[in-house]
T-cell receptor, first 111, second 114 residues
């Protein structure tokens, strides 16, 4: 069955630098992959969606890439700010209706 | 606030009791999902509704769990005979239309079974 792997260790980045988070999946390439942000005690908030025929997607300081050969998506935050500190989750389409989720990577931006 | 609303935000119950949670999705959204999330993990799919029809249910879901979405609007998730292992955050999400659209999540209901 499809599995998603995200780095379970927290990522510490200096303010102003680019943060890069990784999402790897194990089996078939999904039709699309999504990235969400989650703050403690709150539900996830959608950030970006990238489809299998897209290599890259951008939104303001965010950029997502999708490499179906490597079975990997990278999520970049440029000019990072302390307010970007959160857990970032990737999710991909599994069955007709399900998304399956990674465990998330905690990002800490230090001033 | 016209986002997804969940009630209650927190629930503490004794083992063996039944609990029911409510989710009010964004009004025009026809798709509604329930997830469970434990600390340090991503959301785990429980069930999915399209309008009032429950179209998919996790194979891992115990028979103690049941969900309804009468009239295709709000949804309820009931857990019967709660166990300590049911302690988790229960998240509801809604979305509109075909696959590939973003899901909007509620704040979640934090369940603690003592």
């Amino acid at each position: 069955s499809q599995k998603i792997e995200q780095n379970s260790e927290a990522l510490n980045i200096q303010e102003g630098k680019t943060a890069t988070l990784t999402c790897n999946y194990t089996n078939y390439s999904p039709a699309y992959l999504q990235w969400y942000r989650q703050d403690p005690g709150r539900g996830p908030v959608f950030l970006l969606l990238i489809r299998e025929n897209e290599k890259e997607k951008r939104k303001e300081r965010l950029k997502v890439t999708f490499d179906t050969t490597l079975k990997q998506s990278l999520f970049h935050i440029t000019a990072s700010q302390p307010a970007d500190s959160a857990t970032y989750l990737c999710a991909l389409k599994d069955s007709n209706y399900q998304l399956i989720w990674g465990a998330g990577t905690k990002l800490i931006i230090k001033p | 606030d016209t986002g997804v609303s969940q009630d209650p935000r927190h629930k503490i119950t004794k083992r063996g009791q039944n609990v029911t949670f409510r989710c009010d999705p964004i009004s025009e959204h026809n798709r509604l999902y329930w997830y469970r999330q434990t600390l340090g993990q991503g959301p785990e799919f429980l069930t999915y509704f399209q309008n009032e029809a429950q179209l998919e249910k996790s194979r891992l879901l115990s028979d103690r769990f049941s969900a309804e979405r009468p009239k295709g609007s709000f949804s309820t998730l009931e857990i019967q005979r709660t166990e300590q292992g049911d302690s988790a955050m229960y998240l509801c999400a809604s979305s509109l239309g075909v696959g590939g659209t973003e899901a909007f999540f509620g704040q979640g209901t934090r369940l603690t079974v003592v």
